[in-house]
């Protein structure tokens, strides 16, 4: 099983950046992490997912060059790097992970909100 707890929301004005972190417990070489996220009145969707073991990630279009996924295997901890945050980022964030192979994302963080003020 896998815990997840995100941090590092907040509000911040239009060209604000924040970092988001995702702390994880438990064995996350076989698994996909992805930052989701839910605007409200808005399905949720997947703005940055990667293989937790690998290197190749896959960013949602409206995120790309703005967003970047790290992450530190020592402290299993994942971040989302958000620069030239806009007001249609404002959301909940969520971190999430699927087994590698998988269908569903299993296990989800609490999710922390995004606020951008314009």
């Known amino acids: 099983q896998v815990q997840l707890v995100e941090s590092g929301g907040g509000t911040v004005q239009a060209g604000g950046s924040l970092r988001l972190s995702c702390v994880a417990s438990?064995?996350?070489?076989?698994?996909?992490m992805a930052w989701h996220r839910q605007a409200p009145g808005k399905e949720r969707e997947i703005v940055a997912a990667?293989?937790?073991?690998?290197?190749?990630?896959y960013y949602e279009d409206s995120v790309k060059g703005r967003f970047t996924f790290s992450k530190d295997n020592n402290r299993n901890t994942a971040y989302l790097q958000m620069y030239n945050l806009k007001p249609e980022d404002t959301a909940v964030y969520y971190c999430?992970?699927?087994?590698?192979?998988?269908?569903?994302?299993?296990?989800w963080g609490q999710g922390t909100q995004v606020t951008v003020s314009s």
């Open positions: 438990g064995q996350l070489d076989y698994y996909v």
């Open positions: 999430a992970v699927e087994p590698r192979g998988g269908t569903d994302y299993i296990y």
């Open positions: 990667c293989v937790w073991s690998g290197y190749n990630c």
